[in-house]
């Protein structure tokens, strides 16, 4: 069974900083590209930032390039991002999904005063 979990958020104040993880297990990590993405209620579900498996290539949605780092660890099956200069606007659900299409449940980042 392919599980994605996800932990690390919080609440922190704009220009703060957390680190998400998502474990996974149930499928071959090292065969695919990891993915972070985020929701609020009402919209859709986009895309923030990619890694791929091989030469550990990276992908940034505009609005969080220079301000985010995706990162894997292959040896712990677990896909990290690292997130500095907070803002408002980062607040949302945070997914990692894999490149097979499965989704975790999510963690919740609250950016606010």
């Known amino acids: 069974e392919v599980q994605l979990v996800e932990s690390g958020g919080d609440l922190v104040q704009p220009g703060g900083s957390l680190r998400l993880s998502c474990a996974a297990s149930?499928?071959?990590?090292?065969?695919?590209?990891m993915s972070w993405s985020r929701q609020v209620p009402g919209k859709d579900r986009d895309l923030v930032a990619t890694?791929?498996?091989?030469?550990?290539?990276?992908r940034y949605a505009p609005s969080v390039k220079g301000r985010f780092t995706i990162s894997r660890d292959n040896a712990k099956n677990t896909v990290y991002l690292q997130m500095n200069s907070l803002k408002p606007e980062d607040t949302a659900v945070y997914y990692c999904?894999?490149?097979?299409?499965?989704w975790g449940q999510g963690t919740q980042v609250t950016v606010s005063s």
């Open positions: 149930g499928f071959t990590f090292t065969r695919y590209a």
């Open positions: 890694i791929f498996n091989t030469r550990m290539t990276t």
């Open positions: 999904s894999n490149g097979a299409g499965d």
